[in-house]
């Protein structure tokens, strides 16, 4: 069992489209986020919801909407996609959100495989 | 705020010969420190964490690393490289309190034969 899944893993689509990524984890967290990881390897947070309310908003465009229905799933929408919207998508978990940390001390993060959006 | 330095974009070692990746942190708060591990094409696996106990972490596939906060570094080391080791590796910080990770740039490890 994959305990933080995303689909799809590949994406290839026009300038200009909409399109959406979806992430489901298994592990019973309360805390869900997106990462975006660029050409360089760089990892960025984009967003991060905790059952289901959103608590971290990075400046990111307002292009991209995060959906949260239940809090084993966060969902990332992208509107009018641009050229510099290509890049890895990760999504990941946490057991907590980060200001009640957990016995070990620290927040870890589980993260799915990533999601690779292409825009021609 | 807090960052990391990751002082090397790529690191290269003979299989069966040691590894050092090198991470200088900065940060404002007693931090929490991890590296992660991507394999080509794979999502991000946790090797080892620091969270203010012992200076020396042990990890997974006999990695471990040592925090020294006179040096703020968190270096990661493994004493006899594997092909399998062959990987972009990440260090991180978190400040005690916050949600947010703040990654490092990346070193790639290559292991030769």
């Known amino acids: 069992d994959t305990a933080v899944s995303q689909t799809p893993k590949y994406l290839v689509t026009q300038m200009g489209n909409d399109k959406s990524i979806k992430c489901e984890q298994n592990?019973?967290?309360?805390?869900m986020y997106w990462y975006k990881q660029d050409s360089k390897k760089f990892l960025k947070i984009m967003f991060s919801?905790?059952?289901?309310?959103?608590?971290i908003n990075e400046t990111v465009p307002n292009r991209f909407s995060p959906k949260s229905p239940d809090k084993a799933h966060l969902n990332l929408h992208i509107n009018s996609l641009e050229l510099g919207d290509s890049a890895v998508y990760f999504c990941?978990?946490?057991?907590?959100?980060?200001?009640?940390?957990?016995?070990?001390?620290?927040?870890?993060?589980?993260f799915g495989a990533g999601s690779r959006l292409t825009v021609l | 705020a807090q960052s990391v330095t990751q002082l090397d974009s790529h690191v290269s070692v003979s299989e069966g010969t040691p590894v050092l990746l090198r991470c200088n942190y900065s940060?404002?708060?007693?931090?929490?420190l991890f590296w992660y591990v991507q394999h080509p094409n794979k999502g991000l696996q946790l090797l080892l964490k620091?969270?203010?106990?012992?200076?020396l972490v042990k990890g997974i596939n006999g990695f471990e690393a040592e925090f020294k906060k006179s040096e703020t570094s968190f270096h990661l080391t493994k004493p006899s490289a594997h092909m399998s080791d062959a990987a972009e590796y990440f260090c991180?910080?978190?400040?005690?309190?916050?949600?947010?990770?703040?990654f490092g740039t990346g070193t790639r490890l290559l292991v030769s034969p």
């Open positions: 620091y969270t203010s106990a012992a200076t």
């Open positions: 940060s404002s708060y007693s931090p929490s």
């Open positions: 592990l019973g967290h309360d805390t």
């Open positions: 919801y905790n059952n289901k309310e959103l608590i």
């Open positions: 990941a978990s946490s057991p907590n959100r980060g200001t009640r940390l957990g016995a070990s001390g620290a927040n870890v993060l589980t």
């Open positions: 991180v910080v978190q400040n005690t309190g916050f949600q947010k990770l703040v």
